[in-house]
């Protein structure tokens, strides 16, 4: 009689392997941590069935809205699971590790997150009102003695991390007005001057210009006051790298998925691939363009390396992230 021996080992790998097999698939909840409309919401819509793709077989990938604390509420969801691959989430880093950093109470470490792929980045820059704006220039800014009103939807977000340090190095010192949804809301709120000035990425900003031939950019609404880079502006204004503040070219937004932490490696693996495939996709780097999102694919590891980077570089402003959060 033929025999056949197989190691534990093998023998645990074989079976978390079967249990995301296409004849056995359950469904996989990519999970959305911020409201229908959104950024988050249309990335992960366009995702979901470019992943079912390259998992192959009758797994179905099925978005799921769960907005709630800044993100957190997602997040917490994420790493209560079973550890089985059937739960992800595109997390906005550097804004959910902000709890990390903070000491915030969350049940999730950025840091401990199964990490699968990045789908996207995004850079910003400070952006005014066009018509009643009262800068003309970032010098103008910088030279301005009182607080400087800023419209942003929360504490804890991306673009407010962003702001607080950026705002921190120039030694200007905001006072952010909270509360608003989104960031096409308190582009609004600077547009009809509830404030001064915001921060936009890059691919929000560009349906702010009228004319897009790359010598005769006109702005409406809103027009631009420094671009955070060390690369050549885009929009004809001031960088931060070359103002001298090259290490600002960091602060900007990465949409990373992750799935739950402890996840057998079998199963990590085998969803992973099929997640780069995903955002490496040729329809999904068409979409980007054609929208303005800034599509940049990184590998499980590579990822890894870049929450770690981040986590590293937003802990060094712990008692400026804190403090703007207080106030």
Do not use: C
């Not at 793709?53 to 009758?58: C, E, P, Q, S």
């Amino acid at each position: 009689m033929l025999s056949r021996v197989i190691t534990g080992t093998a023998a645990a790998a074989l079976a978390v392997g079967a249990s995301i097999l296409p004849a056995q698939a359950k469904n996989i909840t990519f999970l959305i941590a911020y409201g229908p409309g959104g950024g988050f919401d249309t990335v992960t819509r366009k995702l979901a069935p470019l992943i079912e793709k390259h998992l192959g077989g009758n797994v179905n990938v099925v978005p799921k809205n769960m907005p709630g604390g800044r993100g957190k509420k997602a997040a917490n969801y994420l790493v209560n699971r079973k550890p089985n691959g059937r739960n992800l989430l595109i997390f906005n880093m550097p804004g959910h590790a902000m709890p990390n950093i903070i000491g915030e109470k969350a049940d999730y470490d950025v840091r401990t997150i199964d990490w699968l792929a990045r789908a996207a980045e995004f850079k910003y820059l400070i952006v005014t009102s066009a018509r009643a704006g009262k800068f003309k220039t970032w010098n103008d800014v910088t030279s301005y003695k009182d607080k400087i009103k800023i419209p942003m939807t929360a504490p804890g977000t991306t673009g407010y991390l962003a702001t607080a340090i950026l705002m921190d190095a120039y030694g200007i010192k905001p006072k952010f007005i909270t509360g608003y949804k989104s960031s096409s809301k308190y582009a609004l709120g600077v547009i009809r001057g509830d404030g001064d000035l915001t921060i936009l990425a890059k691919g929000s900003f560009r349906k702010y210009i009228t004319s897009k031939k790359k010598n005769r950019q006109a702005f409406k609404d809103l027009t631009p006051l420094l671009e955070i880079t060390n690369g050549p502006s885009q929009f004809g204004v001031e960088t931060t790298g070359s103002l001298g503040k090259k290490e600002l070219a960091v602060l900007g937004g990465d949409r990373m998925i992750g799935t739950t932490p402890g996840t057998p490696k079998a199963v990590k693996d085998k969803i992973a691939t099929a997640v780069f495939k995903a955002v490496s996709d040729p329809e999904f780097a068409a979409w980007g363009k054609k929208v303005g999102r800034d599509v940049a694919p990184l590998n499980a590891a590579q990822t890894k390396a870049k929450a770690l980077e981040l986590f590293a570089y937003y802990s060094k402003f712990k008692s400026v992230l804190a403090a703007s959060v207080k106030k």
